[in-house]
């Protein structure tokens, strides 16, 4: 019986080890994603600390960070220009005499008339 109860043994040795491997990549996941969590509240405080910096140092910022802010202003720049172009884009001209809103590029007011 020595035979059976040895090999009994083993195998409950083995289902221990591979439960203990299932549970240590369980952990190993959730340690991961706790990783990927932090990481990415990192980034949000660095986002909150370069938004911080441009507006405190716009102006006098260290050499060390002037690119970067030099960079951020034309972004900024550019974005202005877009929202400038996108204003221009969907103005809807009106009639100088009804006020009604006229067709870009009519030639007369479709309401009242006028040229
Ligand atoms: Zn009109």
Redo the contacts with the bound molecule.
């Keep these: 019986m020595a035979f059976f109860d040895d090999l009994s043994k083993k195998i409950t040795d083995a289902s221990t080890k591979t439960i203990q491997k299932g549970k240590d990549l369980t952990d190993v996941a959730r340690l991961n994603s706790q990783i990927s969590a932090e990481e990415n509240r990192i980034n949000t405080l660095y986002g909150m600390i370069g938004k911080q910096y441009m507006e405190l140092h716009r102006e006098d910022a260290e050499d060390a960070f002037a690119g970067l802010v030099a960079s951020v202003a034309e972004a900024e720049q550019n974005i202005a220009a877009c929202r400038a172009k996108i204003t221009e884009l969907r103005a809807v001209p009106h009639?100088p005499?009804?006020?009604?809103e006229l067709v870009k590029g009519a030639a007369f007011?479709g309401?009242?008339?006028?040229p």
């Design positions: 009639c005499n009804c006020g009604a007011c309401i009242c008339g006028t």
